[in-house]
């Protein structure tokens, strides 16, 4: 119906146009872009090539295509049009004005205007390429030092560099760069006073060599990769041994694992070094998406939700590919067309979930395992104590039924049945029976966090250590074929098109001259020649993907603004030949990247001022140039571990599974849906030094985040996040400025200062101007006068915690009281514990606290 | 409008430049000033925007009832469920269907009655009492097609067009393409039931989006916005010290770097975050409200979960009239899988009270020309049932092909039947469309073109119909 008014418009327009002209300018390029993909291109499905006239008046599987003279007996027109079974394409719609286009040139006899056979390739602009092209070679007299870079193009523009940042920003820049956390006072002030000309390289490596140093730039990796320690969706079930990935990826960056080695365990540690246990564990990677398999779920969904997820992680994370555009179709600006999508994806197809037994590493942190194994045990043994008495209930009220007194007396069978169909239960009774047993399986569940098991993968069912839950069946081992793989046109599962066998994305061999592997079609194997193929030195985009991610990291922009597109749509290197010097450099190194930190740290680019020269305000205001240090504010994690570590209470604790952090208490008291029924209430952990670790290791559950992470730009953990977003919003304030933690920071802080000066050092590193210091204490008298005068009272026992839900079953409110926090509860410092003068100057100390120098790097 | 260049505008590099472009110099405090006032209006993502398109609906309260409400028996009764009541058939296991919808199947007829309604006549539920009365002002539509049959997959489809999650909200989508009218409010509130839905705080996110568009809870309990309040005991005049001293801090630092424009910006968010909650407290006081608004919407009656849900929807209007852009209203325990004459029933009755009398009260104010109202589960129930327990239950499993869903407000064809269902309530089979198309209609409602409100994000132009949708033309009035 609503295409009939255009037409009345366009059609007469149309018919005064030469018809050859007609096909030429409003026909052919929708047909290049919409339709050879499937029919013509790569790929001919349903044995329908669009390419040629004849080949249109051949058709397909359903006959020919165009009838010259007839539009309407046309399937081509019927199938745009909607007026047939077909329908295409098969997302969206064909605008009207083309549909038109395609009725007027059938009905004038379909003439063609060209040959129009055309290589897709072809259509691809040199200026698009440049990050799949090999890396430059050098050539005589090229600049060989970053700043040899960086001020040729300076000096284009006539733009002067800013002069060297002084001392104390410096340091305390590159320790929140490489370490994450401030520096102390005593660092800040040794930096200072060391005026010997090596001063600044030791402290570029004693930062390197901090065990801190891994932390920092292990979250970078996570943020990549998309870490959770849980499932999402519907029970969000704990992944009980994703923290061994997570203390993995530290220990890689701070044993500074070459790239190219860490790269291929994370792809394929399995296959290539069988032997090695971190490599088990670095496979984790490949299923750090979100993924759950359930009653209502689909088989062939979820395993393609997996598929899916693997196959576009693997590319954005390694390759700086957006692949996922190509499910559907081809790729609309790069070179990926859809069969190499599921090329690649053939790659998985083998690779079944796994958590084989793994004995613990010696440089595994299993110190809290026993303690922490014997607490949930005991909280899951009281309910399963309440699960205990339901089932007795119901054996109880068989045996009535049965007029027998001892269960032992019953008909076979029937004990077991009574139980399992809940005998005389109500569903009262049962709403609460259901909250037993959906927290009795969560416990199941993160238990086994504490045994020695591998959250990883494996080439074919790993017989006896399968993974994905009590709705997956896996076949044995022997008895598994390679599943077949297909074109999935549109991503739509249930229309599987042509059959696939596996390989790696042809642009590379095609524009960068890297021979395409052949990826053998047995069980095993496959993952492994992948992994080789992208640490290749010769393949175009590892080496420029991971260099750009550090400089990107380390500047705040990359040197290709788009860290996980590097194809068309992404921003064009600033400096090309610079990234390729790196890269080069990068791979000379042996993939170091503690040595690339270093060359980039021992730069005069790095050292300088956040402050602009004026040529640099006027001809490069957003500082693309580096003619000066961009300042930004500190991310989520190091503004809370800075916030702890200001306050004295930051736990030097590393490793073993998450911890869970004080967050907001409305939030953690809130009651969180698990399919059918509520979770167990967030506790946080009991001990300071547990509950204060840094942020790194607390539990990352995917469908509720610290708030206070989240509120501060904290990355989704279900798509990759290539760079931290800075926005500010007013919530912000509140997270920072009203919060208990930033109160109990504040008030921890205060009780270990004496003084004004000792808060000035603590929160900011540095002693108070004498101006400072004199408004400081004018607010601290002020403040003094109102503690005196406004006593706190003392702390207050938690309220008992009460959830409800609203029940499936009856309709009505269901009311639990959920288990608080342990007698054991080591609290924070209460106001009441504490004089009146350090009250006030915890006052002092919050504004400090949420100070812009606190927040941001210069 | 919404290239990549203002996808970015929230950067700081990008704003520096624009100054610097006007040939301003550097290094003076009153230079900061001007940079604070110039970014104050590149600052304010959520300033009203102009519409794509004409539209009546300016706003949207959407009633999300979660867990699955049944169409059959809620507003499209099947009277040949009757004849067929507890007939057995066997429905076979294919790859693509769960586990939940196979093996042993039978027919369920409805527990209800059911009594015609407004001028159309349609056949609704005899508990929906008071919704009765309202009719006439809503637009029934049958034909929707949802995909998944699992709730947070379903759920996230539902508010973000994404099953898998991690996509903006509609909320989201709404506020980035429309702003907001109350700078002192966020542009989306959540009104949680009891119990966060299943998939979480991902229902209401901004995904990709800048973090300004993200839904705001607002508890029950508690703080309404997360740490609105300081904790207990620190009393305003104190609060206000500290933000005094903090300010006085913050711009001696902001003369001392005047390059940096953002810090003004930092400055700013803290006023405005004590501006919100000086205003929001008032928001939601609905004592303020005459006893007649308040009994209207049940809210000192002695159904404690009418009242609870009426409150909620009092709050919507109210926070709608104070110029907050999009709130959505959840209420749960939809998924009867068991007794549904029992569980369904005390749903209905909890909703009957507080939606009428938010479609009436917008009315009478005139706020329902302007106002969007849509009300939707994540998909609806089988005519049919699977063994349960042992034996036969009557409930309902999960339906993606059939659902019940309304609209009411500005620019809906009031008082219609749009699409219809197969005889069993199994599958739409008039006026047929996937929800994509249901949202490409929303965002139209509310004057915004979903092919035009896009986004880049990891390479793609991102919209909330995923790849376009079509109008559903017939919804429209």
Redesign the interface.
């Known amino acids: 119906?609503?295409r009939l008014l255009p037409a009345l418009f366009c059609v007469p327009i149309l018919l005064a146009q030469d018809p050859a002209a007609l096909f030429r300018d409003r026909i052919q390029p929708v047909l290049k872009k919409d339709c050879l993909g499937c029919h013509g291109e790569g790929q001919v499905l349903s044995k329908l090539d669009m390419r040629t006239r004849a080949a249109l008046l051949k058709g397909g599987a359903r006959g020919p295509s165009i009838a010259p003279g007839n539009a309407a007996g046309s399937i081509l027109y019927q199938a745009i049009a909607g007026s047939g079974p077909l329908k295409m394409p098969p997302?969206?719609?064909a605008s009207p004005e083309f549909v038109d286009a395609v009725k007027v040139w059938i009905d004038a006899g379909a003439p063609w205007a060209e040959p129009a056979v055309t290589d897709r390739w072809s259509a691809f602009k040199e200026e698009d390429l440049w990050a799949f092209r090999p890396l430059r070679a050098a050539q005589p007299g090229d600049p060989n030092s970053i700043d040899a870079f960086l001020e040729r193009k300076l000096a284009e523009k006539k733009i002067a560099a800013a002069p060297p940042a002084d001392r104390r920003t410096l340091l305390r820049r590159a320790t929140l760069d490489l370490t994450g956390l401030p520096p102390t006072y005593a660092e800040t002030k040794a930096f200072a006073d060391d005026e010997s000309p090596g001063a600044w390289e030791t402290a570029v490596d004693r930062l390197l060599a901090s065990p801190r140093y891994g932390e920092r730039w292990g979250r970078h990796w996570l943020d990549v990769v998309r870490y959770a320690d849980t499932n999402?969706?519907?029970n969000?079930f704990e992944r009980p041994n994703a923290w061994r990935y997570r203390d993995y990826v530290i220990r890689a960056f701070n044993n500074d694992k070459p790239y190219d080695r860490f790269l291929r365990e994370q792809i394929a540690g399995d296959e290539l070094f069988p032997g090695d246990p971190e490599a088990l564990i670095a496979t984790g990677f490949l299923r750090a998406g979100?993924w759950?398999h359930?009653?209502?779920?689909?088989?062939?969904?979820t395993r393609q939700?997996f598929l899916d997820d693997v196959t576009h992680g693997v590319a954005?994370t390694f390759l700086g590919l957006?692949l996922?555009?190509a499910r559907?179709h081809d790729h609309k600006?790069d070179p990926l067309p859809t069969k190499d999508y599921y090329r690649m994806q053939a790659i998985f197809a083998t690779t079944e979930f796994a958590r084989p037994r793994l004995p613990f590493l010696p440089t595994e942190n299993t110190s809290g395992l026993a303690a922490g194994r014997a607490g949930m045990k005991a909280i899951a043994g009281k309910v399963q104590a309440h699960i205990d008495a339901f089932n007795d209930l119901s054996v109880a009220n068989a045996m009535r039924k049965h007029g027998v007194t001892k269960p032992a007396d019953l008909p076979a069978g029937v004990r077991a049945?009574a139980i399992?169909?809940?005998e005389g239960i109500g569903?009262d009774q049962f709403e609460e029976l259901k909250l037993y047993q959906k927290h009795m399986q969560l416990y199941q569940e993160s238990l086994d966090r504490y045994e020695p098991k591998a959250f990883a993968v494996s080439s074919g069912p790993r017989d006896g250590a399968t993974d994905g839950g009590p709705?997956l069946k896996y076949p044995k081992h022997a008895e598994y074929t390679p599943p077949e793989v297909h074109v999935l046109p549109g991503g739509n599962?249930?229309s599987p098109g042509e059959e696939v066998s596996p390989g790696v994305l042809s642009l590379v061999e095609r524009y960068a001259g890297l021979p395409s592997p052949e990826v053998p079609a047995s069980v095993e194997g496959r993952r492994a020649v992948l992994a080789d193929w992208i640490a290749d030195p010769r393949h175009p985009l590892t080496a420029r993907v991971m260099v750009n991610r550090v400089w990107q990291y380390h500047f705040g922009?990359g040197i290709a603004a788009?860290a996980?597109?590097f194809?068309k749509?992404?921003a064009r290197p600033s400096h090309p030949e610079l990234l390729d010097w790196l890269a080069a450099r990068f791979i000379a190194s042996g993939w170091s990247v503690k040595k690339l930190h270093r060359m980039i740290l021992l730069s005069d680019a790095y050292r300088r001022s956040?402050?602009?020269t004026?040529s640099a305000?006027?001809e490069d205001?957003?500082?693309l140039l580096l003619s000066h240090f961009?300042?930004?504010?500190v991310e989520a994690e190091v503004l809370r571990d800075s916030l702890l570590a200001a306050a004295g209470e930051l736990s030097p604790d590393a490793g073993g599974p998450g911890v869970y952090p004080q967050i907001?208490?409305?939030?953690a008291?809130?009651?969180?849906?698990?399919?059918g029924s509520?979770a167990p209430a967030y506790l946080a952990s009991p001990q300071k030094r547990d509950r204060n670790r840094r942020t790194i290791y607390t539990f990352q559950q995917?469908?509720?985040?610290d708030?206070l992470i989240e509120?501060f730009?904290g990355p989704?953990p279900?798509?990759?996040c290539e760079r931290r977003?800075?926005?500010?919003?007013?919530?912000?304030?509140?997270?920072l400025?009203?919060?208990?933690l930033a109160?109990d920071m504040a008030l921890a802080l205060a009780a270990k200062a004496s003084t004004l000066e000792a808060v000035f050092v603590r929160a900011l590193g540095r002693p108070p101007t004498p101006?400072?210091a004199s408004?400081?204490g004018e607010?601290w008298k002020?403040?003094l006068a109102?503690h005196r005068a406004?006593p706190?009272?003392p702390r207050?026992p938690a309220a008992p915690l009460v959830?409800?839900?609203?029940?499936?079953?009856?309709?009505?409110?269901h009311s639990f009281t959920q288990q608080g926090d342990p007698d054991d509860f080591e609290h924070n410092l209460h106001?009441s514990e504490v004089t009146p003068e350090t009250r006030a100057l915890a006052?002092?100390a919050?504004?400090?606290l949420?100070?812009?120098?606190f927040?941001?790097v210069? | 409008m919404f290239t990549r260049k203002s996808a970015i505008q929230f950067a700081a590099p990008t704003r520096r430049e624009l100054l610097f472009h006007s040939g301003m110099g550097l290094g003076s405090i009153a230079l900061t000033a001007m940079l604070a006032a110039d970014r104050a209006r590149a600052e304010r993502p959520l300033a009203p925007k102009k519409p794509h398109l004409q539209a009546k609906a300016k706003n949207c309260i959407f009633l999300l009832m979660e867990g699955g409400p049944s169409h059959i028996d809620t507003y499209d009764p099947k009277p040949k469920l009757n004849s067929l009541h507890m007939t057995k058939f066997a429905k076979e296991r294919t790859k693509f269907q769960a586990a939940m919808n196979t093996g042993d199947r039978y027919y369920v007829k409805s527990p209800f009655e059911f009594r015609r309604a407004g001028k159309m006549g349609i056949e609704i539920n005899s508990l929906f009492e008071r919704f009765a009365g309202v009719v006439d002002d809503v637009c029934f539509y049958r034909g929707l097609h949802a995909e998944s049959v699992n709730h947070p997959t379903a759920l996230y489809h539902l508010n973000t067009g994404n099953q898998f999650g991690g996509d903006p909200a509609i909320g989201a989508w709404v506020g980035y393409g429309l702003g907001t009218e109350n700078q002192n409010l966020p542009a989306f509130v959540v009104l949680p039931d009891v119990a966060y839905p299943q998939g979480g705080a991902a229902n209401w996110s901004s995904g990709y989006l800048p973090a300004h568009y993200q839904g705001t809870p607002l508890r029950a309990q508690g703080s309404p916005v997360l740490d609105m309040a300081p904790p207990e005991g620190v009393a305003p005049e104190r609060q206000r010290a500290n933000l005094e001293f903090l300010n006085t801090l913050n711009r001696s630092h902001a003369a001392a770097h005047p390059q940096h424009a953002e810090l003004a910006a930092r400055i700013q968010s803290y006023e405005l975050a004590f501006r919100m909650q000086a205003e929001m407290p008032n928001v939601l006081d609905i004592d303020k409200e005459p006893l007649a608004i308040r009994e209207m919407y049940g809210i000192s009656g002695p159904d404690k979960d009418a009242a609870a849900y009426g409150r909620r929807c009092l709050l919507a209007r109210r926070l709608i009239e104070a110029g907050v852009r999009f709130v959505q209203v959840i209420a749960m325990g939809w998924d009867s899988h068991d007794h549904i004459d029992k569980a369904h029933g005390v749903r209905i009755r909890a909703a009957d009270r507080g939606i009428a009398a938010l479609v009436k009260d917008l009315g009478q104010r005139g706020l329902l020309e302007e106002t969007l109202i849509v009300c939707a589960g994540e998909f609806g129930r089988s005519p049919d049932n699977g063994i349960r327990r042992g034996g036969q239950a009557w409930g309902r499993d999960h339906n993606a092909t059939a659902m019940a869903c309304w609209m009411a407000g500005g620019g809906v064809k009031a008082g219609q039947i749009v699409g219809a269902t197969d005889e069993t309530g199994l599958q739409a089979v008039e006026e047929v469309h996937p929800l994509k198309d249901f949202h490409v209609t929303l965002l139209h409602l509310l004057g915004l073109d979903d092919n035009k409100l896009r986004f880049l994000h990891a390479g793609r132009e991102k919209q909330l119909s995923q790849t376009g949708g079509e109008l559903i033309r017939a919804l429209l009035a």
């Not at chain 1, 961009?630 to 504010?633: A, G, K, L, N, V």
């Not at chain 1, 400025?737 to 208990?740: A, C, L, R, T, V």
């Not at chain 1, 839900?805 to 309709?811: A, D, H, N, R, V």
């Open positions: 119906m609503s997302i969206g719609k999402g969706y519907s969000d979100p759950e359930t009653g209502m779920s689909v088989e062939a969904v939700m954005a957006t996922g555009c559907c600006f049945k399992r169909d809940r569903p709705n599962v249930q922009r788009d996980n597109n194809g749509m992404g956040s402050v602009p004026e305000a006027r205001p957003a500082n961009t300042p930004h504010r907001n208490e409305d939030v008291r809130q009651p969180q849906h698990r399919m509520l995917r469908t509720m985040a708030p509120v730009n989704s279900d798509f990759s977003e800075a926005t500010i919003v007013p919530t912000q304030a509140f997270a400025f009203n919060s208990q109160h101006e400072e408004l400081a607010h002020k403040m109102h406004n706190p009272g207050k959830h409800k839900i609203t029940s499936e079953l009856t309709g009505e409110l106001p006052d002092v919050l504004a400090l949420n100070s812009n120098e927040a941001y210069y």
